[in-house]
Each structure stands twice: as C-alpha cells, then as structure tokens.
C-alpha cells in the first residue's frame, strides 16, 4: 500500500471516527435531587436526563462541524485517486477539513471541561465518557492522513539511463559513458612581446 493510499485511508477512518463519537456519549454526571436521583448523558447533538428533570440546560449543536469535517475529509480521501497535476485539490481539503474538525473538537472539549469542572451543586459524579476520546482521536488520525497524502511520488525519467561506473582499481574516469575518450591536444603558448619590441 502506497503511503498516498494509506493517507487517504486515515482521512476516511478519522471522518468515521468524527460522526461516531458526536453520537457517542461525551460526559455523565449523576443528579441528586430531593425526589431522586437521575443522570445527564451529553452528546454532541444532545442533552439525556433520566428520568427528567427541571434546571438541565440544552448543549449546543456541535454536532454540524463534526459531521461537516467528516464530509471535508470524505472528499479529500477521494480526491487522492486524481490525477497528479490535479491532486492539489485532495491537499486543500484534507488540510481544510483537518483544520474543521480540530477546531469542533476543541469546541466539544471546552464545553467538557467546563461541565465536568462546574456542572453545579445538583450534579455529582460528573465523568467524561468515550464519545470524548474517540473524538479526540479522530484530528489525530486526520493528521497523519494529511502528511501522508502530501508525500512527493517519485517520477521515473524519460530519457535513457545512464550509469557511470567508477573503478577504483582502473583511474579512467575521463572516458564518458559512450565513447571513446578524446586526448586533448598539446597548447603553445606564445611568449608575450613587450611594446615596442619588434617582431621575428
């Protein structure tokens, strides 16, 4: 497998990874109320009490650039199978979609953080779930992917090959690759006259 081929195989993998874990739970926590207690399940797309309860905000819908990067990615992965000269399409959009989805993830991860850290007095045990490290995974992989795809191929010559054997033990390396070396000829070099000195 081609190192271009496994690049495009990363961005596929990274943008499945994207729209799996905005559907995953992302972080829990566990309320307690005087009435009982009940779980907050977050997702990217949105907020599960159980049983319901009154005083649980909405999250906001992070789930669009998610599934957008994912579609950036998508695209790039298959622009990859272009020919060479129009392959810069495939680059510009695995860096675009890599850029998308480091910045919605990092979205998902500050509105984690600030959950988890300061969820209020009526959560407990707030966690954060595998939505949340499978999505922190997938920019990881959309890297790898980009710089695979952005590796040069080598591109056979055209013309003939030639090969110049240098040997150690046989000091001819004047004679080129096909034919015969040329001697060059002896120079004279004439004597400069002074002015005013006549010539012979």
């Known amino acids: 497998m081609s190192r271009r081929v496994l690049g495009a ?3 596929a993998v990274s943008g499945v990874l994207a729209v ?5 739970p992302e972080y ?6 005087p009435s ?3 779980s907050v399940s977050v997702t990217a797309w949105e907020v599960t009490v159980s049983p319901p309860a009154d005083g649980i905000g909405s999250t906001p819908q992070l789930g669009v650039p998610l599934v957008v990067a994912a579609l950036v990615l998508a695209a790039a992965a298959g622009l990859v199978a272009l020919p060479e000269h129009q392959r810069s399409a495939a680059r510009y959009a695995a860096v675009g979609g890599t850029g998308l989805l480091l910045g919605a993830v990092a979205s998902v ?4 953080v600030e959950f988890v850290s300061d969820g209020g007095d009526q959560l407990a045990g707030r966690s ?3 939505g949340l490290w499978v999505l922190l995974l997938a920019p990881v992989v959309a890297g790898f992917g ?5 590796a040069p ?7 003939p090959v030639v090969h110049v054997l240098d040997d150690l033990d046989d000091d001819d390396t004047s004679t080129p690759p096909f034919g015969i070396a040329v001697s060059r000829p002896d120079v004279v070099v004439l004597p400069e006259s002074s002015p005013g000195e006549e010539k012979p």
């Not at 799996?20 to 995953?24: E, K, T, V």
Request: glycine share 16%; charged share 10%; net charge neutral.
């Open 109 to 112: 991860l500050a509105v984690a």
């Open 36 to 38: 009982g207690g009940f």
């Open 153 to 159: 191929r080598a591109v056979a010559g055209s013309g």
């Open 128 to 130: 954060f779930e595998v």
């Open 20 to 24: 799996l874990g905005s559907f995953l």
């Open 28 to 33: 829990r926590a566990v309320g307690l109320d």
């Open 146 to 150: 980009t710089v695979l795809i952005h």
């Open 9 to 11: 195989v990363l961005l």
